[in-house]
């Protein structure tokens, strides 16, 4: 949570860090007891007797935590007896934690195939160690596609955007990430290390270890560096085919990088026509993606069980 985010919320400073995650676990916890306030057995639809449910089967949960206070139950009924899927996003140490504990599915920011497969293989060794079935915890990357019926094509696309970004805006977004003003200095040179120094930043640090982990690794002057994070909020983006999109979507699956992804075309509406023309049905021809819904909610698509 970002200072500017904290005063949209009756706060006159953001809450420290840790201490936001500590107050999402008990939030978390609540709410889980309220979903689970009204049990299935309470149902009775009884429409001769005018009865809907066993008042007696509708149990307050007494929650007096260190941040809230809640007394329950549920002012609604349940509509079935497994969880809402849990979306978590952030990784500080931390954020992990937490998603190893309660997420059934993490929206990640990976800037490459190897970022995500140690990130993968971290949580889902996270998981394990919090007593949970590892291919229950679903990590989902943000995956930026830009699709071209031929690759000279896909990349005309790519240098339109590219010069679609202005330079000060960039720069102006990626100091919002560094939580400090970057536009006083040199665009061509790389950026100061007092400045990649994680422990400074109060809001998002697993964000922020990315744009460390590009900073390093592409060796880019702070100008590129603001450009590549504007264009990619440090996810990957891939420029191609259907066909070597489609392939490279497999090699990240199946080399662990991920359980699936969560698509984000950059170029709207047209991005999610051309993703599902050109990539999806590429999937599907190799055998790779549905083709029908098995189940009927959100949790049966994801093939995670009922919770
Ligand atoms: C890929 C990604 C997507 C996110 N999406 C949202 C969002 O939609 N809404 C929100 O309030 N925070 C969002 N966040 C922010 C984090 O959930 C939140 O700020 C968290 O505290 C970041 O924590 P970290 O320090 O553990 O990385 C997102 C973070 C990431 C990495």
Redesign the pocket.
């Known amino acids: ?1 970002r200072e500017s985010e904290a005063r949209n919320f009756n706060l006159a400073q953001s809450l420290p ?1 840790d201490l ?1 995650y500590a107050r999402a676990q008990e939030f978390v916890d609540v709410v889980r007891r309220l979903w689970d306030s009204w049990t299935q057995e309470s149902f009775l639809i009884d429409r001769a007797r005018g009865i809907l449910a066993d008042e007696a089967q509708i149990l307050p949960i007494h929650h007096r935590g260190q941040h809230f206070s809640v007394e329950g139950a549920l002012n609604v009924p349940r509509r079935s007896e497994a969880h809402p899927v849990l979306v978590q ?4 140490g ?2 992990k934690a937490f998603a190893a504990r309660n997420a059934d599915l993490i ?3 990976v800037p490459d195939f190897d970022a995500a497969r140690a990130f993968t293989q971290e949580m889902k060794q996270a998981a394990r160690a919090a007593g949970r079935n590892p291919a229950h915890l679903k990590v989902l990357p ?1 995956f930026i596609p830009i699709v071209g019926k031929t690759l000279a094509e896909a990349r005309e696309k790519k240098e339109h955007m590219d010069a679609l970004l202005l330079p000060t805006a960039a720069i102006r977004y990626l100091s919002q990430w560094m939580e400090v003003d970057l536009a006083h200095l040199d665009p061509e040179a790389p950026v100061p290390d007092e400045i990649l120094d994680i422990d400074r930043i109060k ?5 922020f270890k990315n744009i460390l982990h590009i900073a390093r690794t592409e060796k880019l002057g702070l100008g590129q560096l603001a450009a590549r994070v504007a264009a990619t909020r440090t996810h990957t983006s891939i420029v191609g085919t259907g066909d070597t999109i489609a392939r490279e979507m497999e090699r990240w699956v199946e080399g662990g990088a991920c359980d699936g992804f969560n698509i984000l075309p950059a170029f709207f509406p047209d991005g999610f026509d051309d993703f599902t023309q050109e990539v999806v049905s590429r999937l599907q021809e190799r055998g790779s993606f549905r083709k029908d819904y098995a189940g009927t909610t959100l949790r049966d698509h994801l093939g995670l069980p009922d919770r």
């Open positions: 949570m860090h936001r996003a952030g990784a500080s931390v954020g929206f990640a920011s943000g809001g998002q640090k697993g964000r």
